[in-house]
């Protein structure tokens, strides 16, 4: 089964270069769009960087690209990390 077209890298490929809206950035990580502002004031580690252009955030997709697999390679580390302490524990 082949795994599906990320969004971005759809538009890419169409050549759209075009700011990411806060819509846009919630659909990409499956969140409501309501919560990108509680986010964005009480946690902000769990969205990509932005600006601001007026009132509204922004986003440059390939920043949000490069966050997405930073934050990709932490989920893998820490699952690595964990099974091997759970390895280690069962040999004691």
């Known amino acids: 089964m082949s795994k599906p077209e990320d969004p971005i890298d759809r538009l890419l490929k169409l050549?759209?270069?075009c700011l990411l809206t806060d819509?846009?950035?919630a659909l990409i990580?499956?969140?409501k769009p309501s919560g990108m502002r509680q986010r964005r004031y009480?946690?902000?580690e769990t969205l990509p960087p932005s600006f601001r252009h007026g009132k509204s955030h922004r986003y440059d997709p390939e920043v949000v690209k490069a966050w997405l697999?930073?934050?990709r390679r932490e989920c893998q580390?820490?699952?690595v990390g964990l099974a091997l302490q759970r390895g280690?524990?069962?040999r004691t």
């Open 29 to 31: 990580l499956g969140i």
């Open 69 to 71: 697999e930073e934050k």
């Open 77 to 79: 580390d820490k699952a």
């Open 88 to 90: 280690k524990r069962r």
């Open 15 to 17: 050549g759209i270069k």
């Open 42 to 44: 009480k946690y902000p």
């Open 23 to 25: 819509k846009d950035v």
